[in-house]
C-alpha cells in the first residue's frame, strides 16, 4: 500500500537533471546489486556441493566417474581430488570477487542516498522492500 506524504515531509525542491540522473543511476545500481546477490547465492551453492563432494571423494578408494563437461571420466581419486579441489578454489575467488563488486555498488547506492535525502528529504523512498 501506498503511503501519502504529510504535508510538512513534502519538498518544493526542484528536480535538477543532476537529480535525476543520481535517481537513474541508484535504480540501475539497485538492479545491479539484485542480480549480484542472485550470482552469490548461486555460487555459494556450487560451492558448498563441491565441498560436499570433496568430502564424498576423501571416502572413496580407486577409480572414480568424474564430469568434466558433458561427460563423465574415469580417473584416479587423486587426480579427482587434486581437480576438484582447484575448480573449487576458483569458484570461491570467483565469489570474492563479486562479493567485492557488492560491496562497492552497495557503497554507491549510500553514497547516492545519501545525497538525494539530504535534497529531497522524505518525499522520495530509495529503502529496500
Do not use: C, H, W
Not at 101 to 107: A, E, G
Amino acid at each position: 500500500a501506498m503511503s501519502m506524504l504529510k504535508r510538512e515531509d513534502e519538498t518544493d525542491a526542484p528536480i535538477l537533471r543532476e537529480d535525476q540522473d543520481n535517481i537513474n543511476a541508484f535504480a540501475r545500481l539497485n538492479r545491479q546489486r539484485d542480480e549480484l546477490r542472485d550470482e552469490i547465492a548461486a555460487l555459494t551453492k556450487e560451492v558448498e556441493y563441491m565441498t560436499d563432494a570433496e568430502g564424498e571423494l576423501m571416502l572413496s578408494e580407486g577409480n572414480v566417474k568424474y564430469f568434466v563437461g558433458e561427460i563423465f571420466v574415469d580417473m584416479s581419486q587423486d587426480e579427482a581430488s587434486e581437480l576438484l579441489g582447484k575448480r573449487t578454489e576458483e569458484k570461491k575467488t570467483a565469489l570474492s570477487a563479486l562479493q567485492a563488486q557488492l560491496d562497492d555498488v552497495s557503497k554507491s547506492m549510500q553514497e547516492l542516498r545519501t545525497k538525494l535525502y539530504a535534497k529531497f528529504g522524505k518525499s522520495i523512498n530509495l529503502e529496500d522492500n
